[in-house]
């Protein structure tokens, strides 16, 4: 090949390289460059468009959120940045120290946080006098410390006394609350405390209007409206009483005013047969299973 020649095809080829480019560019990707940057030019003035809108939106936001906010102030509770079980407790100590004293435990069932505010659930179970169990759920209704009661049991209970003593009536009970908390340092401080909570006189509703009078329990059995199912076992019932102590007991054992006739362990439950001075009645109690969304995290 002569040397003419070869200069010639390097030339060529260095044409057609050059010339695929400038085809590439000019047909592929210019074109596209100029479509992203129309696209970009008319979402600029779709967004331009919309300003007035954006703005009239924010404005209402910032409206709710002055409003949200004064409302809160007003507030007379502290909405405190955090509540753990502990504080939970030493608020209802606090409460039956100043309106009755209550025999109770407090277990945590669950908690529900987002970004800064969230809640905890707690079962509180015991028993008191129903003035000291009417003053803790007024307390907690109207107390400084934000606290919501979402679920009651309460019942009236004849307890043994002896003859020509007027009955005693003791209420167990069971309540769900929520303690509420939330992270907003700028409100200010709440000067209320348990002290300014006045609670309203009310009449014992469980007060028999026909005592029943029924015989102390001379025997220390166990008062079954008055205990908690903590375990079943095959023919055996495992159950705590109102002084906390434990009762292993099987169908047909005496309980105070009566006896064990049925353990139950496919509906989690013990019955018993109770005869209230005459007046023969059944309880039931089922073992406490907490459901998967109250389960505590």
Partial sequence: MSFKTRNTLIILAFALLIGGFSLYINLKYYPAKIDSINQQIADMDQYIVQLPEREDYLGQVQTIIEEKRELLSGLDKTIEPNITLAEAFDYLDDIQDRYGSLKFALNALKE??????GYRSFQLTGEGS???????????ERGPKMFVIDDVNLRGVEAGSEEGQPPEVVTPFDLKIRALYADVPELPPLKRTLRDVRVPWSDNLFWPIIAKALPPNSKGLLE????????????KAVLVDHEGEIHVLKEGDEVYLGYITKIDISNNRVEFTLNKGGIVERYRLTLPFPSEEETYD
């Fill in 112 to 117: 529900v946080s987002a970004n800064g505010y």
């Fill in 130 to 140: 129903y003035r000291s169990i009417y003053g803790m759920i007024y307390a907690l």
């Fill in 224 to 235: 079954a409206e008055r205990s908690e199912l903590r375990a079943l076992l095959p023919g």
